[in-house]
């Protein structure tokens, strides 16, 4: 009997797992102003280069980004989102930023915007 037991919490663990991950992530925001002269498409186009290589550095397709624009008063203010599965990953992300490809966009971002705040957080879905 004790055997079946074991037996059946060995096949559950799996989605026992997968529930419990699904529900908390890691997300990292951005407040960011455009630089003068510098344009939103510009910052997009970089932030793919950038999600590109976070999704292959984390080794994880479950890296999201998100930005986040005014559509009233100051279009030159927006926001990034980044959502992670687990601060595992998104210290390999932060990892790869210090890599030559990582350096290269960091230096791209650094001409088109400059970002004032950010925060890391604990997301948990209800």
Not at 28 to 39: A, S, V
Request: charged share 25%; aromatic share 10%.
């Amino acid at each position: 009997m004790k055997s079946i037991i074991l037996a059946v919490l060995f096949c559950f663990a799996p989605f026992l797992a997968l529930a419990d991950s699904g529900d908390t992530r890691v997300v990292e925001m951005w407040q960011c102003e455009l630089k003068e002269g510098k344009k939103m498409d510009d910052v997009k186009a970089n932030n793919n280069k950038w999600l590109a290589m976070s999704k292959k550095a984390g080794g994880s397709d479950a890296i999201n980004s998100y930005s986040m624009n005014a559509v009233v008063g100051d279009l030159t203010k927006f926001m990034f989102v980044d959502s992670y599965p687990d601060m595992a990953t998104w210290a390999k992300v932060k990892s790869a930023e210090d890599t030559p490809e990582g350096e290269a966009i960091e230096a791209t971002f650094n001409e088109l915007m400059e970002c004032h705040k950010n925060r890391l957080f604990e997301s948990t879905q209800h």
